[in-house]
Every structure is written in C-alpha cells, then in structure tokens.
C-alpha cells in the first residue's frame, strides 16, 4: 500500500477559474500562467485545466517543450526569456514568445540566426525593480528591437509589484503610460490581483493578462477577500489519513522539541505527511487540519514524515479517533468539506504560492475531475 498522502488536482475548478477570469476581463487574451509546474499542480493537468486559454506563460525551456509536447500549437510565452544565446534556436524551433528584460537578450537577438522571426514581449521595469528596462530606456531598447530583422512584433509589458494591496497600480500605470504612450503593438501588464481588483480601471486590462494564482483558485489578496469572495474554486487538495492515535494524559508532551504539552487528556492523531512531502515546519502548532472534515489544529512539531493533530474538536463531533480517518491539510476532502489554501497559508506565515509550489516529488499528483468526486481518483499520470 502507498503512503496515504496524494495532491488531488481538480482540472473543472481550473476551467471554471480560467472562465472568472475571462468574465473579468473579456477584451484581453488570457496567458495561462503555468510556470514552477503550473504553480505545483502538474503541466499537463493545468494543460487540461487550461485549454481554453489563449496562450500558456511559463519560465523554461523544459516547460514550453512540454507543452509542445502536449500539443498546444498557440502562443507559450517565456516569461524571462533567453537565459542564453542558445535558447533562442529553440525559440524559433517552437515557436515561443519570448520576454526581453535587459540588453544582452537584444544582443543575442541581433546576433541569432533565423528564418521565423520572433514575436518579442518587451518589459518595462515601472517600479517592480526586478526585471525590466529602466523606463527612460524603454524606447531606446524598443527602436533596437524594431529595427532587427529577427524580431517582427513587439508586445509592451510591464508587472506590477501592489496589485493585491494598498499601494495599489496607479504609479506603474502612469510611468508605463507615460514612456510608452506613442509606441506600436500590444500591451499585457495584468497579473491575477491586477484582473480581480483593478479590472474596471481604463486599459489596464489591455491585450493580454497574465494571471496564475487565481486561476489555481487562491485569492491574491487574501485576508482582505478570501477565494469565495472571487468566485474561485480550489485547484489542488492535500488529503491523506491519520495512521496512528495517541491518548495523552495531561502534563505530556507531542514531537521533537516537546513544543506541545497536553493541558488535560486528550487524543491526539498522527497524519502522514510532513515537511518532505511540503508541510510548512512554520505550520507547527499553528496550521488548521480537517480530519473527517472537522476543523483540529496540528499540535508538536510537524516532522520529515508525519504531524500530530489536536482531535479534541473530532471527540466534540462525536467521532471516535482511530487510525485509517481522512485528513485534509487543504482544499477539499471526500467529505465535501473545504480548508481552503489561503487560511493554512496565513497561518504558516506564507502565501498559497509557496505552498502549491512546495508539494514535493514524493507526493502522488490524482487528476480529479468532477466527475470523479463521488468516485475514486484517476489513476495518476
Ligand atoms: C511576469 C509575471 N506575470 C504574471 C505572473 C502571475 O502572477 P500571479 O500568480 O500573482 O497572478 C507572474 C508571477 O509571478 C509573473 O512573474
């Protein structure tokens, strides 16, 4: 028997969130953002998840040929482009559009040879201070790019550091608009907090948005809105089962470290799943957990392998602890009930990115469709 813990990945909540997304901004084409292997959830299950999109942005060459070898023939984007020289034969092999950040791309852009030239999205740094041309050399950087004859489109695109907060995307906007406004070609600027919270401001939408998280059913801007808020649906639920019980007597203690001390008799469970299977350490004593879709709390350390579950709430709700009960670290168990990411996130001190992408290789990937909820997994892929 294999270890109990699997990553179910729900492909109908990808679709219904791709569509969210569409109904939010329904003039702009829709990047799939499937980078960090679709945020964790597996490439060709977001490629089935996604394909309704109208291209799929990601960072490698191994992702785009993956998605290649899927068989998506539109538009795949490389959201930092080039890494080096070499990278553009496969470019114009596949077909990618590729992201120009500094010079040294346009370099070796000037210098690669080709009979297909390349549809380029050219970055603006507009305040993210991460990748991008420095605003006052955007234009130069663009007539560089016009004039070789490798290049036949230009996309302008720029990404925002505060769509998902108080800060907001005003001062980007106006420095984007500002050093771009008489230039040529399509504009994509939008990341998922961009669409969900700013949609309604003019252009900003633009040609092409550029979500991920959201499309994954996190909200960006958790706590301020949770998923429900956006009409999201979680993409990705951890479940597993408890494999061992434990009765404590008051004044013991739970894992390495003793950092839980029983405050009377109580059962604990103890859950297969860990730090190597992507837990957050920073979850102990902390992150909440449904077993049998009550909500307990981990107690102790979380460890390699397994974490210990306060099951006072599960004795509460009249169910007798033992060993074989469903766990749901997030998303959604047998039972219907949802933990959703964003809560287990915040209460770990991270964001539900790190938590998808941190689902190890250990960890079996089910494709879920709604089909199969009432039944067993498809096997895994
Ligand atoms: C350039 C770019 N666009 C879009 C995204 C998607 O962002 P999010 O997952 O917040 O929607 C990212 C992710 O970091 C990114 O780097």
């Known amino acids: 028997m294999p270890r109990p813990i699997q990553a179910r990945i729900h492909t109908d909540a990808m679709r219904h969130n791709l569509q969210c997304i569409k109904t939010r901004a329904p003039d702009s084409r829709v990047w799939a953002v499937v980078k960090a292997n679709a945020y964790g959830h597996g490439l060709d299950a977001a490629f089935e998840g996604f394909r309704a999109a109208d291209g799929f942005a990601c960072l490698n060459l191994e992702e785009a040929q993956t998605l290649r070898g899927l068989g998506w023939r539109g538009p795949v984007l ?37 009979q297909v030239p390349h549809h380029v999205f050219l970055k603006m740094n507009s305040g993210m201070n991460r990748l991008g041309f420095a605003p006052e050399r955007f234009r130069a950087a663009w007539s560089r790019l016009n004039a070789l004859p490798q290049v036949d489109e230009i996309t302008l695109m720029s990404h925002f550091s505060d ?17 771009s406004a008489d230039l040529p070609g399509e504009r994509s600027l939008c990341n998922s907090a961009g669409v969900l919270r700013h949609a309604s401001a003019a ?7 550029r979500p991920g998280i959201a499309l994954y059913g996190s909200s960006p801007d958790h706590p301020e809105h949770g998923s429900k808020d956006w009409d999201l649906q979680a993409t990705m639920s951890l479940v597993s089962e408890l494999i061992a019980v434990q009765q404590l007597q008051a ?30 350490r920073s979850g102990s004593n902390q992150a909440p957990v449904l077993v049998c879709g009550v909500r307990c709390q981990l107690v102790g350390r979380v460890s390699m392998d397994m974490c210990a579950v306060d ?9 007798t602890p033992r060993a074989g009960l469903p766990v749901t670290f997030w998303g959604q168990g047998d039972d219907g009930v949802m933990l959703p990411i964003d809560e287990v996130a ?27 909820q009432s039944t067993s997994p498809t096997p895994p892929r």
């Open 163 to 179: 769509a998902d907060g108080p800060r907001g995307i005003v001062h980007q906007v106006e420095t984007f608009a500002r050093h």
């Open 203 to 209: 252009g900003v939408c633009a040609d092409w948005v």
């Open 251 to 280: 004044g013991d203690t739970v894992g390495y470290g003793s950092s839980f001390t029983a405050s009377e008799n109580l059962w604990i469970g103890i859950a297969a799943g860990g730090y190597a299977d992507g837990l957050m």
């Open 78 to 114: 490389l959201l930092e482009g080039s890494f080096d020289p070499r990278d553009l034969e496969v470019c114009s092999r596949l077909g990618l559009w590729h992201v120009v950040h500094h010079d040294a791309q346009i370099d070796a852009l000037s210098a690669h040879k080709t």
């Open 346 to 372: 915040q209460a770990c001190g991270t964001i539900a990115y790190e938590l998808m992408c941190g689902v190890t290789a250990r960890v079996p990937k089910i494709i879920f469709s709604c089909a199969d």
């Open 311 to 319: 099951l006072r709430p599960l004795i509460h709700a009249s169910i």
